[in-house]
């Protein structure tokens, strides 16, 4: 016996802003397992800015099927310690089917929390966030806190750790309605829809004392703006620059403030998300008693069927989603 | 009695390159110190790029005594620990003399090498090149290195200090003759005059597997060349950004590349030279030791007297010195 599995190829390597007709939906039939294999079947997968680079630099490869974060289940087994009924996570998504011998599979462990929420706070996703802000950002309580994008999933929650740490928190974001969401429903203390003006002028508004801490998910003119009103000694952890992504050699606009960074004696970083694997329970332990407590919120934004992911990505390059992006490959 | 001093005045903020008429130089007539002060005969000041920012941001004051570094040497005492005939090291230069409480002054103690090295090589200068190299940059045996203005008196220090540590040293500077300087002189791997081609693929040839330490001075079109090539888990220490200091509000052209530091996990950071001030011993013992070792060389361009001071820091903006860019004031 075997399965059908439909799968996303990218057939063309897009320049400037992706579209439907560079990827590709294609069968294939995936085999019943072999002595000490899995099959899994695919649930839930993420759809990330950081998937975007690969798509020119040549890291995703043309007419393979592409990668990417997503749970699955495993619907057969022939292998020791994965049985039956598990959820896997792994970096195999765009496909609904795969098989595999347990290599990059990690089993998940849910303790009442959706499954989703893997994917996203208690996922890849905030673990970026809370590492990027605490490690790479060494947050201290109090801060001015400046997140870009803050609207979208890492962002989202770097703002909400920021405002549980105590600080004041500036978050931009593409959307009056983002502005609305992040003023109204996740607390933070200034908003802006970068659209409208200057950014520049936004952060002497939300942050008059200027910055302390900037989580940079976007690059170019958001980067501008906020190193030449970076406080002594602070931290700029990178995160994303999507601004930049559909650019050739994802080229921002120029930064031109970096003098600033040393009379203040600021630290610019960039970084990624396995750096912190060492701190994952630490992490954990963090974020469900932050959700548990009702300090920590999330939203998701779901398509349905692997033939919408290339429609997902091309959104969420666009803004189009609040929170985490996700495509449902199949029921629970 | 008292002394004519004659001092340098700020009497315009410049738009750009500074001339010679945004200076004065005035008269003054210094009193005999009072009891508990010393007299102070300026002998040589330094000229150095941080100057020019302040010309314009406010800092440096108009139609006031200009400050800078400087040494001095005392020719009246009337203080306990100032003796007549000690030589001071202050930030009370671009004036002939002045009287003192002692406050800012440091007794400078020469051990047979000229008194001019305590301006460079041996203070604000060197101490700059090797914390912001060693501790700032982290510098680590064998890596990959650049160092911008690299004929300049920070510059040439840091790329030395890097060959010190057998790492393969590329350098950039303004001319050819530098440029030949940097290869026969200081033995630097490779070298480039960046206004003759593309600094990009002067790296490219220098450094084909790319940087593991860049040290800015420069910033601008530099900076954006090195930051695309930095490798994983580079560093780049931001000691100056001499490229911005002209233009408005210091800023620099733009830095395009910075998504580099997200995949490759690079730090970029600012400095000041006063963080690295716990060090200063061991920093003198190295220096010392790898002058006596003959690995250690250094360069002045010396002006002669307070008038031609102005002339001496316009001089440096366009790139005139090779070394350390000083003034005489007077007979050691």
Redesign the interface.
Known sequence: MSVISREVHLIKRPDGMPVAGDFSIVEREVDDPAEGEVLVRNVYMSVDPAMR?PLTNGQTKLNETMGGGAIGKIVASRHPSLAEGDYVQHRFGFREYFTSNGEGLAKVTTDGEPLTTHMHVLGGTGFTAWGGLLITGQLKEGENVFVSAAAGAVGSVAAQIAKIKNCRVVGSAGSDEKVRYLVEELGLDYAFNYKNGSIARELHIGLPDGIDVYFDNV?GAH??AAV?QMRALGRIP????IS??NNK????????????????????????VY?FNDRRDEFLADMRQWIADGKLKYRETIMEGIEQAPHALIGLLHGDNIGKMLVRLSEE
């Open positions: 680079p690059g980067l501008d030449g990178i995160c994303g620059m930049a992504y050699g994802a080229r921002s606009e120029g930064v031109t403030t970096l003098a600033n960074m040393i009379y203040n004696r600021v630290t610019m970083r960039g970084f990624v750096e």
